[in-house]
């Protein structure tokens, strides 16, 4: 009982005590693109349909990533081809998309800059001066 007690403790202490755990990233811009997939990863999604039509009982993630890796590491450059040039289709497009995305993002921050950039007074003052004249 006092050894259940006292490991309890502990990994609780653990948890806490990560510093890093209640860190997150920085949420991405909307509409910013996704980064395009690798030549494995375009394997991957058509090889995890294949798998799991062939084991439907089967919810392991683990089991269906190990068994895609084994695949890959033993297809031929050949046999891989198709893959990485889908990858690279993806990835022109998204550098396609990613520019667009850029550009507009750097004309809508020159817009706000110039917008909050007027001047020293606010609306407020503007509209204080116009009715003194």
């Given at each position: 009982?006092?050894?259940?007690?006292?490991?309890?403790?502990?990994?609780?202490?653990?948890?806490?005590?990560?510093?890093?755990?209640?860190?997150?990233?920085?949420?991405?811009?909307?509409?910013?693109?996704?980064?395009?997939?690798?030549?494995?990863?375009?394997?991957?999604?058509?090889?995890?349909?294949?798998?799991?039509?062939?084991?439907?009982?089967?919810?392991?993630?683990?089991?269906?990533?190990?068994?895609?890796?084994?695949?890959?590491?033993?297809?031929?450059?050949?046999?891989?081809?198709?893959?990485?040039?889908?990858?690279?289709?993806?990835?022109?497009?998204?550098?396609?998309?990613?520019?667009?995305?850029?550009?507009?993002?750097?004309?809508?921050?020159k817009k706000a800059k110039t917008d909050d950039d007027d001047g020293s007074k606010?609306?407020?003052?503007?509209?204080?001066?116009?009715?003194?004249?």
């Amino acid at each position: 009982m006092k050894g259940k007690a006292d490991t309890s403790k502990k990994d609780e202490g653990r948890l806490r005590a990560g510093g890093g755990a209640g860190k997150r990233k920085k949420a991405a811009a909307s509409g910013k693109p996704k980064r395009p997939p690798s030549a494995f990863f375009v394997f991957m999604s058509e090889f995890r349909q294949e798998y799991q039509a062939q084991h439907p009982g089967n919810k392991s993630v683990a089991a269906v990533s190990k068994a895609a890796g084994e695949k890959w590491r033993a297809m031929s450059e050949q046999e891989k081809q198709p893959y990485v040039d889908q990858a690279g289709q993806k990835k022109q497009d998204y550098e396609k998309t990613k520019a667009n995305f850029e550009k507009k993002e750097s004309t809508s921050s020159k817009k706000a800059k110039t917008d909050d950039d007027d001047g020293s007074k606010s609306e407020v003052d503007d509209e204080d001066d116009e009715d003194d004249e």
